[in-house]
């Protein structure tokens, strides 16, 4: 076992944050092996600059009031938000092993009444962003003036719930609700291109009364902009960041393999995998 790298207050970079997302991703996929392990390098990136520079929570407090709520939509992306919980502090690192078993708090799926730090669980598709909305204008309600994000994917942008969510939100003025977009351009049925979203993201958002931009998901200085601009824009727009990433990310071998929704990791690429990210430690 790697030895825990230094947690959040510390000074670690975003680059070894998200590498080190994508090594715990890596691990839990070996205990398995099994999982969306291409989602899960792709958006390492979103996830280091929305743990480790974005959001304000406690780690050893998951439940505090005052904290940033992160919802995940895309319920399947567990294992991606298990690792940066496990780099945050939040679930311990040698609960890795438990990954997926019976009465493990880390099941594949992500569930909220199983996981500290788990917000909501996620699935059907298309569910998260009007759950967020719901939280959004609670928090406004009660004066309290956290931010909820809500990571959702590519695919669910083809639901219709999605869109009445995004109405919704821009009728009450929720300049509290950051959407995330993984567009990484699969789902399981193909190209998401190749399904409903075949026009640029941005100005849809935009026409539905959104603050939106469009970033490169795997370049981290440009996703810390994004984050940025989505705080402090000025008005009562709700903000949605769409972040392009590469399933796969980090791994050359995987990066170059037919992308598919579920991709296939043979039994002895999981730890040719670790080797390759043990081999480009960044400072």
Not at 4 to 32: D, F, K, T, Y
Not at 176 to 202: H, K, M, Y
Not at 239 to 268: S, Y
Request: include cysteine; aromatic fraction near 8%.
């Amino acid at each position: 076992m790697s030895k825990p790298i230094p947690q959040r207050g510390s000074n670690v970079s975003l680059p070894r944050r998200a590498w080190a997302i994508r090594r715990h991703a890596l691990r839990m996929g070996e205990v398995q092996g099994q999982g969306y392990i291409g989602q899960a390098l792709g958006v390492a990136d979103v996830l280091a600059v929305a743990c480790f520079h974005a959001t304000h929570y406690r780690p050893e407090d998951p439940g505090w009031e005052g904290r940033d709520r992160f919802y995940l939509s895309i319920g399947h992306y567990a294992i991606a938000l298990y690792a940066a919980m496990i780099e945050a502090g939040i679930l311990p690192e040698d609960e890795i092993e438990t990954y997926g078993m019976d009465d493990s708090r880390m099941p594949m799926s992500g569930m909220a009444s199983y996981t500290p730090g788990m917000e909501i669980t996620g699935g059907s598709l298309g569910q998260g962003l009007g759950i967020a909305v719901g939280a959004a204008m609670g928090l406004k309600r009660k004066g309290n003036p956290a931010f909820v994000y809500n990571l959702m994917s590519d695919g669910e942008l083809g639901e219709g719930s999605t869109w009445e969510a995004a109405m919704s939100a821009a009728q009450h003025k929720l300049n509290n609700l950051i959407c995330l977009v993984d567009f990484n351009n699969q789902q399981a049925d193909g190209p998401s291109r190749a399904a409903l979203a075949t026009t640029p993201e941005a100005p849809k958002w935009q026409a539905f009364g959104w603050h939106a931009q469009e970033v490169d998901g795997n370049d981290l200085p440009a996703l810390v902009r994004a984050f940025d601009n989505a705080r402090n824009h000025p008005g009562d727009a709700p903000r949605v960041i769409i972040c392009n990433t590469q399933m796969c990310k980090g791994v050359p071998f995987l990066e170059a393999r037919d992308k598919t929704h579920f991709i296939r990791v043979d039994a002895d690429e999981w730890a040719k995998a670790l080797a390759h990210l043990d081999s480009v430690i960044p400072a």
